[in-house]
């Protein structure tokens, strides 16, 4: 028996009709645009505790972080040194608004002991984030001069700028796109939402090990112009 026979007394035998056209080619899902994936960051990061603030500019970035750290009675702020934060301006803006700051800005191996206890004393720590993973809401944090890890860690409530643009859809993009960069980083740090601490009783305790508070600004990558 043919093979074609064959399959057709088995259709007739389901009462299905014969194919008359081929199915259709797969075609992959399109890429989510950077739009989609900043709002699955954003839903994550909140839902992981973090509190997210769109700005669509730098100086909306400024606006919100001077007045967020004005309405929490910020006394003192250590400021990361990247590009990104100086682009900001906010030493000037946050001395304006009579905040004390420590900016990370390393000459030497030696400045690192001081840099840590100025992170201790301080009430906030202000970073860039280099990267936001979208499917888990996690911000990833590259250790380098001007960003060492202690601003992100010691005092209890950290601020992230983070540029829509350096939004990534998963870990594995995240890691290539770290590798691509070349040198790798002396650390890598990855945050999702503010520090967690489970005892023994299993009781859920924020701000133990770190930050109480994770607050991140998000530059619309629409607005923000040209690398």
Wanted: glycine share 10%; hydrophobic share 45%.
């Amino acid at each position: 028996m043919e093979r074609e026979d064959f399959l057709a007394r088995v259709r007739a035998s389901l009462g299905r009709a014969a194919r008359t056209e081929a199915p259709p080619p797969y075609r992959p899902p399109s890429p989510p645009s950077a739009d989609e994936l900043t709002e699955r960051l954003v839903r994550e990061l909140t839902a992981a505790g973090g509190v997210v603030h769109r700005a669509a500019s730098p100086t909306a970035a400024r606006e919100a972080i001077v007045g967020l750290l004005v309405g929490k009675k910020t006394r003192r702020v250590v400021l990361g040194a990247t590009s990104l934060i100086r682009e900001l301006e906010l030493d000037g803006a946050l001395g304006s608004a009579g905040i004390d700051i420590v900016v990370a800005d390393l000459g030497d191996e030696s400045e690192r002991g001081a840099l840590r206890e100025a992170a201790f004393a301080a009430d906030a720590g202000v970073t860039s984030a280099d990267y936001g993973v979208a499917d888990t809401g996690t911000l990833a944090l590259l250790a380098r001069r001007g960003q060492g890890r202690a601003i992100s860690l010691l005092p209890p409530l950290h601020v992230a700028v983070l540029d829509a643009r350096d939004v990534v859809g998963e870990l594995a993009e995240l890691f290539e796109r770290v590798r691509e960069r070349g040198e790798l980083p002396s650390a890598l740090t990855l945050i999702t939402g503010p520090s967690r601490t489970g005892d023994i009783e299993l009781v859920l305790t924020v701000g133990v090990h770190g930050p109480g508070e994770l607050h991140v600004v998000v530059i619309d990558a629409a607005t923000h112009g040209d690398r």
